[in-house]
């Protein structure tokens, strides 16, 4: 077999997925922090008649003041000139591009409106732009799995990914044209990206062996980290030239992730051609992939109405569900709230609503070094793992999540409670997402585009309940109910899923294995007689006293009492 490859075939399949996951939420998010700097704010247009002047002598502008909502709450005495000084450092960046886009020097070519105010929307259409791309995210999320098992992982998490990263090409000038043209292209977006995650899990049952499987799903988190670099960096990118420059990016950085992923991954270890011998036994025979294994996968029938009657599926979308609807809301929600409630300024925002997610990630990974470690050493069931994992990252987010509806304008205790929920998620690799590789790898992909159908739904609920409970409102009390309801899904959620989670793999996951047992059986009787046959005619019709060899099926439930036809046995 030779030495040790000098570095896995799977160690470079976890950093492109890795890398993926983060193009694909940067896709997600590129919009949460632009719409921030995209819509005309109130305060650009201040002026003496707007002004308060308070009996220290300080002048304020009161349109300022019902941007930043925390300021709103404070009575004249205490604001006092280090509080507008704050104010003024925070102030969100709305002077000019320094660096004009290509879609404004169109717009001016073509005498059209360049919307140098920014864009009219109001609240609620704030709240249809973000959650347009989850509107119909649904709708892929089962086909992503079931084309993976068709076409292939790489062909199915690479295409999606890359048209993703290309629409956003299109996007800033589909938001000066028309906002409806925008919310349009955002679904389409939503669309094509639902089949990634599915795909992907499919490809996790072909590549790696048990063991290693919580610390593999810890590069679905990429999409953390690619969030908390991306927010600060789109900060950044919008306060050196324009928030049309960010869209921009996305579609470059994505080009160059796909080129690489359609040379340097492939969707198994026999399809590879330069992984080493000795790691390809390895993954194979842990996993126990033989040719009859692979010809028994193309022939097999998806168990629907088994995998939908599953109570432990059930839970575990309950989970994700839960999950999902507190990520979201935090993750789409992070810059307007530190913008309207506590006024920081699009690069302090950026950051702010980034650091979050690398800390997700990094909780991820050392979570799941625990949660295997405990498997390897059977200190606990991987049951009970699981539910360790589904713990923290529903009722422990919950609790945290709490203590950020509360945290009214204390700004350091919002940053650390929006912190530590999100960080409790990241234990989601160990928990609910691994358990659905566990209940059932074979349809581990479709198991995902199940509960990624319904998990979606808070994608774009939350952001509409956000836009409704904010519009024209943006208080702190607002905001808590916002907090509140987000908290009571997660907690509730982990709940059931602690109480009723199950990662025993299921029956249905081998529920066809025996009837193709039974069918392979019977095709081996005919080859062998045909043989027979063939044999007799060549050596005279079993001359020399001899009888003809046959071969018969012998029905072991004469024997044992069970009427199985898979328990069937070939003698001679």
Known sequence: MGKEPKVYARTVLWYLVF?????NYMIRINMNITIVTMV???????????????????SVDRVQRKVYACYVERNGSDFVAEDLAKSSAMALLQSEPKVQSPEKWLLKLLKLDTKEDGFEWNEYEQGLVLGAFFWLHWVTQIPGGVLARKYGTKMVFGVANAIGCWMCFLMPLASYLDIRILIFLRVVQGVICGVAWPAMHHM????????????????????????????????????????????????????????AWVVLVYDSPAEHPRIHPKEREYIESSLGITEKSKEQDRHEATP???????????????????????????????PSYFNYIHGWDIKMTGLLSGIPHLCRMIFAYFFSMMGDYLLRNNLMSRTNVRKMGGASCCVLNGIFVLGLAYSG?????????????????????????ANIVDMSPKYAGILLGISGMIG???????????????????????????????????????????LFADSTQQPWNSATEEALDARELVSLKLNVEDAMREKEREAGGGEAGGEPVTAEIVDEQNTSGEDDPAKAVLVR
């Open 204 to 259: 996790a049952g072909q590549w790696i062996p048990p063991n290693e499987r919580s610390k593999f799903i810890t590069a679905y988190l990429g999409s953390s980290v690619g969030v908390a670099l991306n927010f600060p960096l789109f900060g950044y990118i919008i306060s050196w030239s324009s928030w049309e420059y960010v869209f921009h990016f996305c579609g470059i950085f994505g080009t160059i992730w796909y080129l």
């Open 456 to 498: 979606v739904i808070p994608g774009f609920v939350s952001p509409i309940i956000v836009g409704i409970l904010t519009l024209g409102n943006q208080t702190v009390k607002q905001w808590e109910y916002v907090f509140l309801i987000t908290a009571g899904m997660l907690i509730v959620g982990g709940i059931l899923y602690m």
């Open 19 to 23: 890398v993926g996951f983060a193009v």
């Open 409 to 433: 304008c204390h700004s350091t205790a919002a940053i650390l409670f929006l912190t530590l929920a999100t960080m409790a998620h990241g234990a989601v690799s160990t928990g609910p997402l």
């Open 40 to 58: 005309k704010q109130a305060g650009r247009k201040s002026s003496a008649a707007s002004s308060e002047v308070f009996s220290n002598g300080t």
């Open 304 to 334: 629907w109405k088994e995998m939908m009657l599953s109570k432990a599926m059930w839970m575990t979308v309950i989970a994700q569900w839960a999950g999902i609807w507190g990520l979201f809301t935090v993750m789409t929600q992070a």
